[in-house]
């Protein structure tokens, strides 16, 4: 099973205030697993980066100029995510930049059934805690201490991390709350602690009132 975990820097919140994307990075995963095989590009965006988010993500105007235009590898990113879906910590926001990108050369929108959005993973499995991708790193001890600002590529590296946690872990159909370990964990509460047998040996007066209880009997069979 092939997967494509996403990411994207960009220049502001929103395309339709006419911000681009600055960077993309992509992951392969096959079987939930990075097989190695990446795509990243730092984008020329054709416009002003304000300081605000250049403080987010350190990329400036000036190194970006030198890098191509997003129509310059559009075809190949195309040809790298193909029809995998797309494993993008909230997916409205990247997917919204991407399609804007798209439909300025042409291209057909990427859909959003494709994808598969961990930030509403994390938002099911743990309701009310935090979401972030430094918040679930945190939560799964994966190691983001060199995430001292986003990056498209680090940031698609660790959610790819943090996307087999939110499975599981390492084996996905394996998880703590399968119904077979919810009955063992009840049988397992109904076992008591084993105590040490007490002696229970009979008196000289019960060992001679049992005698004579068999004294009365008429034939017993262990006699017959």
């Not at 190695?36 to 250049?54: C, K, Q, S």
């Not at 918040?135 to 698609?156: P, T, V, Y």
């Amino acid at each position: 099973m092939r997967q494509v975990v996403l990411d994207t820097e960009t220049t502001g919140l929103s395309p339709s205030d006419g911000h681009r994307i600055v960077e993309v990075g992509c992951l392969e995963l096959i079987n939930h697993i990075p097989s190695g095989e990446r795509f990243h590009r730092y984008v020329n965006p054709e416009r002003d980066i304000p300081e605000e988010v250049v403080r987010v993500h350190g990329l400036t105007l000036d190194f970006l100029s030198d890098h191509p235009v997003f129509a310059d590898f559009v075809e190949e990113f195309l040809a790298f995510i193909g029809d995998a879906p797309l494993v993008i910590h909230n997916a409205e926001f990247d997917l919204a930049f991407l399609n804007a990108e798209l439909k300025r050369l042409g291209f057909a929108a990427l859909e959003s059934e494709r994808c598969i959005d961990t930030l509403m993973l994390a938002r099911k499995k743990f309701p009310g805690a935090p979401a972030s991708l430094d918040a679930l790193c945190k939560r799964f001890g994966i190691d983001n201490s060199g995430r001292e600002k986003h990056g498209a590529l680090l940031d698609s590296e660790l959610l790819a991390e943090v996307y087999l946690e939110l499975l599981g872990g390492r084996e996905p159909g394996l998880t703590l709350t399968s119904a077979g370990t919810k009955a063992a964990a009840r049988v397992a509460t109904t076992v008591k602690p084993q105590r040490e047998a007490r002696p229970h040996a009979p008196t000289e007066a019960e060992l001679a009132a049992h005698a004579a209880f068999l004294a009365r009997l008429k034939d017993p069979v262990w006699e017959s």
